[in-house]
């Protein structure tokens, strides 16, 4: 049995599922999974709370039948935030360097010299993410500390969100008897866990398309450029082939995950579904191709969508390596192939690895953000940095920065 305090807990808050993830971290940095819960959702929308005993009773679901799993029972977790209440903007900083060589307090003091900018009251600044330092013109320094100069600036990207979603979050799972050791972008943690470093350095765009919101991460030279939320996901498609087929809601989860496809010219015309009917009716029997052709301009919609935001932000240039897709609707056949042909770059699913022990159970991109949140945990636990307690959320926000400086 593992020891309760090496055990790290990931939870994924999502639209469609509450995922849970137990990972055993040892003393070389390795993350064992040794449990995983899964349970509908019942209380989001979009990526956000809006009942709160409907979550608490999916979390406590999701959580009971991660502990069965593993034979632990667990008190503290690491916790994802999305939805489209968040917004990513890049800033700048510039201080003097007081004894003309770059000191830890000189990094701190351009690091809160970027983040001096005006938000509203509601909303609070999740991350602040380095992307470069520059010393007197001299730009592309990752590590300023030691180096000689008289000017010092920082350009950085900052994560702000709604003060009462990340307060829900921590509401939630204070019912379940849990406390919350950290919240992270979800986007971030599921970076952590299906992005190659080179990816990360030459250039890539995650898309983590969940059930009720798109996340985006753009990356370049190892740095976050751009961060967003698109509030259109997997549930989307769901409700077409509900509405198009005239089927319940869970049969049309079901058809979607089994048999369906981003593609219609990659279905074949003699293969048929059954398909449920309302108010007990008998099954009906289409082809598959009437699905593919009910997805399919559902997909292209979601991911031009993806497209108009990252032209919107001037990112396509930072796209060497392509873009990555993970989340639950990144699991659909032929949407790598999909969303080659509207961006005209390369395109791979996004898996999860890095983990050891259960990691089969784990292996699918709707794990991403569970996954992530253990990596981050490890890391997080091997600095030494626990904030123990819900009360102690906001200082965890600005930790994020420094960890995100190390690992990517």
């Not at 509601?122 to 592309?140: A, C, K, M, T, W």
């Not at 930072?318 to 056949?333: C, F, I, R």
Request: charged share 20%; aromatic share 4%; net charge negative.
């Amino acid at each position: 049995m593992a020891n309760k305090a090496n055990v790290l807990v990931g939870l994924d808050i999502g639209t469609t599922n509450v995922t849970v993830a137990l990972g055993e971290v040892f003393p070389d940095g390795r993350v064992d999974v040794i449990g995983v819960g899964t349970s509908p959702s019942r209380g989001l929308r979009k990526g956000v709370v809006i009942n709160i005993e409907g979550t608490v009773q999916s979390i406590a679901a999701a959580v009971q039948q991660a502990e069965t799993m593993a034979g632990v029972e667990v008190g503290a977790v690491y916790a994802a935030i999305s939805g489209n209440h968040i917004k990513g903007f890049n800033s700048h900083g510039i201080v003097g360097i007081k004894r003309k060589e770059v000191s830890q307090l000189d990094i701190e003091k351009v690091i809160e010299a970027a983040k001096a900018v005006a938000i509203p009251l509601d909303r609070e600044v999740l991350h602040v993410l380095p992307q470069e330092f520059i010393i007197d013109e001299q730009d592309g320094i990752r590590e300023p500390l030691g180096m000689s100069g008289v000017r010092l600036e920082a350009r950085v990207h900052i994560v702000t969100g709604a003060v009462a979603s990340a307060q829900n979050i921590v509401k939630c799972a204070n019912r379940c008897g849990l406390s919350v050791q950290n919240i992270v972008l979800a986007p971030i943690v599921s970076a952590r866990a299906v992005l190659a470093p080179e990816e990360q350095e030459l250039g890539v765009c995650l898309v983590d398309i969940g059930g009720g919101t798109t996340d985006l991460v753009v990356f370049h030279n190892g740095a976050v450029k751009h961060t967003s939320v698109i509030a259109v996901g997997g549930n989307h498609i769901t409700n077409d082939i509900a509405a198009g087929l005239r089927t319940p809601l869970a049969a049309a989860e079901e058809i979607k995950c089994r048999h369906g496809s981003a593609l219609v010219s990659l279905v074949r015309d003699d293969d048929t579904i059954e398909v449920p009917s309302t108010g007990g009716r008998a099954p009906r029997v289409l082809s598959k191709p009437v699905l593919a052709e009910i997805i399919e301009p559902r997909v292209q919609e979601i991911l031009s969508m993806v497209h108009k935001e990252l032209v919107k932000a001037e990112c396509e240039e930072y796209l060497t390596s392509g873009l990555v897709l993970t989340g639950g609707t990144a699991g659909m056949h032929g949407i790598a192939q999909a969303a080659e042909q509207i961006f005209s770059l390369p395109v791979r699913v996004g898996y999860p690895v890095g983990v050891s022990g259960l990691s089969d159970l784990v292996r699918g991109p709707e794990y991403a953000t569970a996954v992530g949140l253990l990596l981050f945990g490890a890391q997080d636990a091997a600095r030494g940095k626990h904030s123990h307690g819900s009360h102690r959320v906001g200082r965890a926000f600005k930790r994020v920065g420094n960890w995100f400086a190390e690992h990517f």
